[in-house]
Each structure stands twice: as C-alpha cells, then as structure tokens.
C-alpha cells in the first residue's frame, strides 16, 4: 500500500491542480510499481511560507535575498 506525501507552500493550489497531482502520482505508481490505485494514498500538505526553511532562512526571507 504507496503512501506519498506532497508538501507545497501554501500559496494558492488550486482543488484542480491537487486533483492532477493525485492522479499523477497515482498513475505513476501503477505504471512503475503495478501498484492498484485502489491502495495508493496520496497526501497533500500546505505550509505556510514562514514554516518553510531554504538556506537558513524562511521562504520569504529567501525571496528578499535572492529576487
């Protein structure tokens, strides 16, 4: 049984655009492993771009730093 876990900031996926990404991943896992999609959990996390960390800084400091 696949569990994935997708994490993106949140900064507005949309329902179609999460719904592409289960799919996708879905059928990737089917396509490569012969995983049935029926037992394929896809998980998609949103997180806020201060609780999210690149180069020691938050998301948002790392934009300011490199336009």
Not at 24 to 36: A, E, M, R, S
Request: zero cysteines; charged letters at 20%.
């Amino acid at each position: 049984m696949p569990y994935v876990n997708i994490k993106v900031t949140r900064e507005g996926v949309t329902r179609e655009q999460k719904s592409a990404l289960i799919a996708g991943v879905t059928d990737l896992l089917f396509q490569v492993l012969q995983k049935p999609p029926a037992v394929t959990h896809v998980v998609i996390d949103e997180v806020d771009l201060d609780n999210w960390g690149l180069g020691g800084v938050s998301v948002p400091d790392f934009r300011k730093q490199n336009p």
